[in-house]
């Protein structure tokens, strides 16, 4: 199957920077979109970018001009760039891949998901 894991999380003050990196393994075939979510406290998961597999990005509007998210095909590796962070972006991050994956009687697709990794913006 595939595994993602996810690193780069912590604790910054507001204005500051963090980078998020989530590397995927397994029997990869080929990872088409790739993402990262967010879920706040009390809050539901909410999508904060994604990335396609020839490099094409959205983002929510509450990110729009302060992350960048980018990705290294050769590494399986998505990752999020977060500038200029606010209190309000404090949440457990999660990556997201879609996955063509190798098995026994060829391939099959799959959704995948991060364990999380936390990051809080506070003084």
């Known amino acids: 199957q595939v595994q993602l894991v996810e690193s780069g999380g912590g604790l910054v003050q507001p204005g500051g920077s963090l980078r998020l990196s989530c590397a995927a393994s397994?029997?990869?075939?080929?990872?088409?979109?790739m993402g990262w979510y967010r879920q706040a406290p009390g809050e539901q998961r909410e999508l904060v970018a994604t990335i396609t597999r020839g490099g094409s990005a959205e983002y929510a509007d509450s990110v729009k001009g302060r992350f960048t998210i980018s990705r290294d095909n050769a590494k399986n590796t998505v990752y999020l760039q977060m500038n200029s962070l606010k209190p309000e972006d404090t949440a457990v991050y999660y990556c997201?891949?879609?996955?063509?994956?190798?098995?026994?009687?060829?391939?099959?697709?799959?959704?995948?998901w991060g364990q999380g990794t936390l990051v809080t913006a506070s003084s």
């Open positions: 397994g029997s990869i075939f080929s990872i088409n979109a």
């Open positions: 997201n891949a879609n996955a063509v994956v190798v098995v026994a009687a060829g391939y099959k697709y799959l959704e995948v």
